[in-house]
Structures are given as C-alpha cells and as structure tokens.
C-alpha cells in the first residue's frame, strides 16, 4: 500500500509539474528541490520533520533536530556573506529537509528488515506533507489559469437561503476590530500547525510500538488536499470578499467583481451567471477544505485528553469564522466542506478495517449529498433562494443528516466492552 502510495504521488507531482510548466511557472518538483540549496519559501518542512521523529528515539530526535538547526545557521549565514539576503531567506527550512532527506539515505543503506520499512515511512510521511504544501500552491496556480470564469454568482444566489452568513459574519468580524480579525487570522493561517499536534498525539507511540496506528489524522489530511482541488475545477470560484468585494489586499478585486458590496449589502437576488475573472486569484473555495482540514482535526481530536478535545472544537468554530468573516468562502461552502470531510473520513476507516455494509452505505450517501448539494448550486440556485424556508433548512438538514449517519456509524465500529464474567456459586460443602 506504501508503495502503491508513493508511485501515485509521484505521478500526481509530474503531472502537475508538466501542466504547471504548460503555463509558464515551475511545478511542484521544481520548487522542492530548488529548496534543497535556496531559501525555501513558508511551509510545514519542520512539521514535516517532526512527523518523520515520531520513528525515532528521544536521542535520535535530538541529533536530527540539532542538525536541521545546525544546517539552517549555516546556510543563513552563507546566503548573508554572499549578500543574497532577501525577505524569503529569513525563513528557515533547509535544514529539515536536509535531514529527511538524509534519514531516507540512513534507511536505504544502513537499515534493514522492519527497522529499514519504519525509518522509510516515517521519512515518507515527513516529505508528502512538504510535497502536499508544494503541490496544493501548484493546484491553485493551475485552477486561476485553466477556469478564467468562476461560478460565484451562483453560489451567493443560494445563499440567501442561507442568511447570507458571510455578509453577516464579515460585519460581525470588522466590529471587533483589531483583536477578532488578528485572533482568526492566526487560527486560520496556523491550521497546519493544529493539524501537526493532534498528528502528534496519535503518533506519539510509533517508535516504542514500532508501528504506525492503523488510521490517523495526516492520512485524511492529505487525501482531502488531494481530491478537493479536483472539486476546484469541476466549480471555480474565488469567494465573495473577491467577487462581490475589494480582495483581499483591500483594493485589487475592485475591478472584476460584480460590485463593492462585501460585507455591507448583501447581493441582489438576480439569475446568476458566470463571470470572468483575473488569472491570478485561485478557485479555491468550492467545497472549503479549510472547513474540511478542520472537521478532520475536530473528529481526530476526540480520543485525545481534555485539552485536545478542547483545542479541536475551538479550531473548528473559529475555522467556520474566519472563512465567513474574512469573506473567503460562502455559507454553502461550509456545507459542502463538512459533507466532503465526513465522507474521506468514513473511506479511510472503512478501508482500513475492512469494508461492510454500515461503511459502503455512509460513502454511498455522503458522496450522493454532496453531489447533489453540487447539481443544486450549479442548476438549481433561483429554486433554492425563492423558497429560503424551506430549502435552507434542507441544505442544513442534509449536511446534519450526514453527520449523524458518521456518528453512527462510527459508534457501531467502536469496539464493545464484554460483560464481567458471572461464576455461579459453588454449594458449601456439608
């Protein structure tokens, strides 16, 4: 299955190298090893390695966290002696990449049998995180060149039905400013890092177990990241802070949105139509796999100790916040990212112990209502906006319907405790 893993990885990178290149810009295989030697760019190249230590001993992860440092100085202080300084050089990265990279060598010649098979996994697991970085900017790049019209009118059309939840919220949020917009703002740029704990947590017992757990959280992490940019192109969109408002630098998207009106007025309600957009903003918002990472944290974070529990609801609701109030996403994204979430999940589990008729039947039905949340938003949105007392609570009803389907369906896996063994009294003897 590791095999079969990483031949499909590599396939998925060259092929988005080759489309990338097709539109004038380096793929993902080009920038990750550019930054095997330059600056790298923002990304999880530590949260990578921290994953690939979970394999190893407390002093085998003190040796490669000094060396990723150690490395890291190095190179910082060379590109500052060159006078290559720029402000990507400030970050710092090489060096974790550098020892994944060297760990990989590590296995290959000088590991064998089981030792050899853990190092490599956890190695393999460090680097599809900083591939899945590389590959999702490459997606996004992609998804701005190929779909020059974006859907978005649609979509806010359906979300009168909805209350139009990002106008509201976005007010909302612009009335606790500076602290609301500057808290969420940080909860929704570090949701790799929440996504780097629970991981963390689960995989706290790989090197003693000498095994990785059966299922966890960077699994689905990378299979949501893999599949949702596919939606992407099926339904581009770019958001309503772009379409119906300034973007987000606050001036930019002034010029090809419909009109200025994010967060203030809510949009007319008028048959909708696609509409043209710059190359440059990415169709990323149908279904928002920011809601879907972080219905993934929530969900793995449940077997965790109070803290964590707490932690993972935390970042979900101020997850569904900042997408709404910073006007990245309508209310029916939301929707359909939890319905997107919840169907991975119950894949991942239902392969892994084994497919029966609970687990084909959640798939089956989550992969229907999500289709069929698609069709309504693409061909049915006036429908939907003419009766918002009905059609709201269904779309609600139908994201809700799915989640306590999981709900059950996952309680049923949960194994069951045996009753106490009963011992029938023995007679007293005479």
């Not at 939840?165 to 940080?186: C, E, F, N, Y």
């Not at 994201?399 to 106490?420: C, D, H, N, Q």
Request: charged residues 15%; aromatic residues 10%; positive net charge.
């Amino acid at each position: 299955m590791w095999a079969a893993a990483g031949a499909a990885g590599l396939l998925i990178l060259i092929a988005l190298e080759v489309a990338a290149r097709h539109y004038g810009q380096p793929g993902p295989v080009t920038n990750q090893v550019r930054e095997v030697l330059f600056a790298p760019k923002p990304g999880p190249l530590y949260g990578g390695l921290a994953l690939m230590m979970v394999v190893l001993t407390w002093r085998q992860r003190f040796i490669a966290a000094g060396a990723a440092i150690g490395i890291d100085v190095v190179f910082v202080l060379a590109r500052w002696a060159v006078g290559a300084e720029t402000d990507a050089d400030h970050f710092f990265g090489n060096g974790a990449l550098w020892v994944m990279l060297g760990c990989g060598v590590i296995a290959v010649t000088r590991r064998a049998g089981e030792e050899r098979l853990l190092l490599l996994k956890g190695v393999g697991l460090g680097l599809l995180l900083v591939a899945g970085r590389k590959t999702g900017d490459s997606w996004l790049f992609i998804t701005s060149k190929a779909r020059p019209a974006v859907l978005d009118q649609y979509v806010a059309v359906v979300d009168h039905a909805l209350g139009n939840p990002s106008w509201l919220v976005g007010r909302l949020l612009r009335a606790t400013d500076p602290i609301g917009p500057h808290l969420l703002g940080v909860v929704y740029g570090q949701l790799a890092v929440a996504a780097i704990v629970v991981a963390l947590y689960q995989l706290r017992n790989v090197a003693a177990e000498r095994r990785f757990p059966r299922h966890h959280l960077v699994r689905t992490f990378l299979v949501i990241g893999l599949l949702g940019p596919g939606i992407y192109m099926l339904f581009p969109m770019v958001g309503p802070v772009f379409a119906y408002g300034p973007g987000a630098s606050g001036t930019g998207g002034v010029q090809w949105a419909v009109a200025n009106l994010w967060p203030n007025t809510p949009p007319p309600l008028h048959l909708p139509q696609a509409m043209p957009y710059d190359e440059i903003t990415p169709r990323n918002c149908m279904p928002s796999l920011h809601t879907a990472w972080a219905t993934a944290i929530f969900i793995h974070s449940r077997k965790g100790p109070r803290l964590l529990r707490a932690a993972g609801t935390f970042w979900l609701i101020a997850t569904l916040t900042a997408t709404l109030g910073f006007g990245y996403h309508y209310g029916a994204d939301l929707i359909a990212g939890v319905v997107f979430a919840l169907t991975i999940e119950a894949a991942l589990r239902s392969f892994d112990r084994g497919w029966d008729r609970q687990g084909i039947q959640l798939v089956v039905y989550g992969t229907v209502v999500f289709a069929a949340l698609l069709v309504a938003y693409r061909y049915l949105p006036m429908e939907v906006a003419r009766y918002p007392v009905v059609s709201g609570p269904l779309l609600v009803l139908a994201m809700a319907s799915v989640i306590f389907g999981y709900v059950r369906t996952t309680r049923l896996w949960e194994p069951k405790a045996a009753p106490p063994l009963q011992l029938e009294p023995q007679p007293e003897p005479a």
